[in-house]
């Protein structure tokens, strides 16, 4: 018996089940085959990606760590495959522990500093601007990402020099002084910016701006009128209509871009050996540690922290909607 096709030509009401497709026409055996088995055709779609993931990215990842267990021999300078947790154990060494709360001080930090930073901006953008004003404003955000991340970098150790254009405008405004004694307090180090972590702070600030205002400004501009109206209706200050409507639903928006801000700062390790007095962070740590000592095992054993660190910050964040809002 011949299969009926239904009529395409004809309006299908919602509720009927899409028509089978035709198995006369060209590879219509396969489609139908996939037509019965739609949980079949969703896993072979899946497979591809998720394999990459699996075995490329977390393989590669667990291989790491399973690194942090070998033996590094300080005399032959070579890695031993003999197993030993020494690794993990000398990261709660003074030192190892000093580079690691160093660290997460800074990102902290420049998270905290972002979110004051990119809330402004990201509520003007989403509020009060339309057509090409929002369009300037975007091109004006994600600009300087579209630049490269090292020449950024150079080019901030040119403005935070004891000749460079920053002090040379604090010179002209009188707040050298001021500046000077800024660079004195304990913690902030250095006799100028560039050999700060003052001047280390701004840097990643600025790097990693974008990547907090975008998310907070996403999550703005799903904020319905109708609420900050019936606000104002019901008699709510300025104050307290952002400290009861506007902040709480920004909040996914902050959460979310304060998980760029966090790892991205946890990671890096160009800043720290370019602005900023000497000490490692964790991402120069690795670096060091592989690249010119060549302890493999030490530097995968300190790639642990930030993951358990980010892992943590995660856990947090999604508490927050921060998923809701990428």
Not at 266 to 278: A, N, R
Request: glycine residues 8%; hydrophobic residues 55%.
């Amino acid at each position: 018996m011949d299969m009926i096709v239904p009529d395409s030509s004809q309006p299908r009401s919602p509720s009927q089940p899409p028509p089978l497709p035709n198995p006369s026409g060209p590879g219509g055996a396969l489609a139908t085959f996939f037509y019965r088995r739609p949980t079949f055709f969703l896993l072979l779609l899946l497979l591809p990606p998720l394999m990459w993931f699996g075995i490329v990215y977390i393989g590669a990842l667990l291989a790491l760590l399973w690194q942090g267990m070998y033996t590094f021999d300080d005399f032959t300078m070579t890695v031993q495959p003999t197993l030993t947790a020494a690794n993990f154990a000398a990261l709660f060494s003074p030192a190892n522990y000093d580079i690691i709360l160093r660290t997460l001080c800074m990102a902290l930090a420049v998270t905290a500093a972002g979110a004051l930073l990119a809330f402004p901006l990201a509520y003007y953008m989403a509020r009060y601007t339309r057509g090409r004003t929002k369009a300037f404003f975007y091109i004006a955000v994600m600009m300087p990402m579209w630049a490269s991340y090292i020449v950024k970098a150079y080019a901030w150790t040119l403005l935070l020099a004891h000749d460079g254009v920053l002090q040379w405008f604090l010179q002209h405004l009188g707040l050298e002084g001021a500046l000077q004694a800024v660079l004195t307090v304990p913690g902030i180090g250095g006799s100028t910016l560039s050999t700060s972590h003052l001047g280390r702070f701004m840097v990643f600030v600025y790097i990693w701006l974008p990547f907090m205002i975008l998310p907070i400004q996403a999550a703005l501009e799903r904020l319905p009128p109708s609420l900050l109206m019936a606000s104002a209706d019901l008699g709510a200050r300025p104050g307290q209509t952002f400290r009861y409507v506007i902040l709480p639903l920004a909040v996914p928006g902050i959460a979310a871009g304060s998980i760029f801000t966090f790892s991205l700062t946890m990671g890096d390790f160009i800043v720290p050996q370019l602005v900023g007095p000497p000490g490692y962070f964790i991402g120069s740590m690795v670096y060091a540690q592989q690249g010119a000592i060549g302890d493999m095992p030490m530097a995968a054993a300190f790639t642990l922290v930030p993951i358990v660190l980010i892992g943590i910050y995660l856990t947090l964040a999604k508490r927050l909607g921060a998923f809701d809002a990428l």
